[in-house]
């Protein structure tokens, strides 16, 4: 079920029948979170954009889709979306939380470096929210949590250090979920001043359009393309992590 080999390895073995329901009544909710604004901690161009991009591209296709950037991109602003965007959501339903910005390693997981402002308007030290924290605190609902990340990573995530912080806190079954990361461990993720977006994000959505087979593994095939084009094989390598069968179909043209 796990896979944290890498790319091209996890492109192996999806499976096709995983207990989903009828794909005509799979709802699909998803949350884009874009942050430039990182002051003295390293301001970057494109990251709101390249969430804005997302986001347009995906309200043609999701049933709800919201977008928060900045000042909004804070830790609590985006947990209480979340807690809006999976109200309505049920087992086997499709949860997707886009994410460009500075990135960051926590306990064998992957976390997104949020920006930190209180009620007056005074910047505090960012914060980090991981893939855990939000895959643990919706396990309940067993949704399908497809995690797409334009930013650094340091390490691969360790699953069975998930499996047993749940264990830990009374909470042993995490649904598993699928985390795209736009490079591999110990690689940088950039950003294209000529196309005015992360070379990921604008090969991401590109190859959920342009794939010739209408699947998961075209898009992977896809997607694997549209990175060499941008003459990026080697320096940033997209890396799959996690439960591929999950979210085989979170993009309803499939």
Excluded at 173 to 183: A, F, T, V
Excluded at 230 to 242: A, S
Aim: charged share 25%; proline share 4%.
């Amino acid at each position: 079920t796990f896979d944290a080999s890498g790319w091209a390895a996890s492109r192996v073995g999806v499976c096709g029948n995983c207990g989903n329901p009828a794909e005509d009544e799979v709802k699909r909710h998803a949350l884009m979170i874009g942050v430039n604004d990182y002051g003295s901690e390293g301001a970057l161009d494109f990251a709101r954009s390249d969430a804005e991009f997302v986001g347009n591209a995906f309200r043609r296709q999701y049933d709800r889709t919201v977008v928060v950037s900045d000042r909004d991109a804070t830790k609590t602003a985006v947990i209480s979306e979340l807690e809006q965007l999976t109200l309505d959501l049920n087992k086997g339903d499709v949860a997707f939380v886009y994410f460009s910005g500075h990135g960051s390693c926590a306990g064998g997981d992957h976390a997104m470096v949020l920006p930190n402002w209180d009620a007056r308007g005074r910047r505090g030290k960012s914060r980090i929210l991981t893939c855990y924290e939000i895959a643990s605190q919706f396990a309940a609902k067993e949704l399908n949590w497809f995690f797409v990340l334009d930013c650094c990573q340091q390490e691969a995530i360790d699953f069975p250090v998930w499996r047993r912080k749940g264990k830990d806190c009374g909470n042993p079954y995490i649904h598993p979920p699928l985390i795209l990361s736009s490079c591999a461990p110990g690689q940088l993720s950039r950003e294209s001043r000529n196309q005015r977006h992360g070379y990921f994000t604008r090969a991401f959505v590109d190859a959920l359009y342009d794939c010739e087979e209408k699947t998961f593994m075209g898009f992977c095939a896809s997607l694997d393309q549209k990175m060499e084009e941008l003459r990026l094989i080697g320096e940033q390598t997209p890396y799959l992590q996690g439960w591929v069968g999950a979210c085989a179909s979170f993009w309803p043209q499939w």
